[in-house]
């Protein structure tokens, strides 16, 4: 299992990668083994200011779709739009070009409650 040290997590399977008061956010390599082969990313929340843990999209795999929940609470400033005709990439680089969306951080002290990778790691191997 992948898990970048850089990164936060969540116990929804999503990473966060904090950059000042921006952060970018994907699904976890875990997520996206556990979904199987991704085949749409819905994300119609750009612009929205909006709480942590509200749902700010989906992602559709052949035999399922998952809500995808905010790690933590702010405006929703950019989808990744190349998710629109190569969703697959959610399933090839997961923490690279398979994020999925920027937020302008509204609360910078909700960072502290995130998992850690050894945190996560503890989390999905139960």
């Known amino acids: 299992m992948n898990l970048p040290a850089d990164l936060k997590y969540t116990k929804d399977h999503e990473w966060v990668k904090i950059e000042g008061d ?15 082969d991704i085949v749409y990313v819905e994300v119609e929340t750009i612009g929205d200011t909006m709480d942590r843990d509200e ?11 998952s809500d995808l929940f905010l790690p933590l609470s702010g405006e ?33 002290d909700e960072i502290a409650e ?13």
């Open 55 to 65: 749902v700010f999209g989906t992602v559709e795999a052949v035999k399922t779709v």
């Open 22 to 36: 921006i952060a970018t956010i994907g699904v976890t390599d875990f997520a996206q083994s556990e979904l199987g």
């Open 76 to 108: 929703i400033i950019e989808f990744n739009e190349s998710l629109e005709s190569e969703p697959e990439k959610v399933n090839t680089d997961a923490y690279g070009d398979g994020w999925m969306i920027k937020m302008k951080l509204s609360n910078p």
């Open 114 to 126: 995130l998992l850690d990778d050894a945190g996560y790691k503890a989390l999905v191997e139960g």
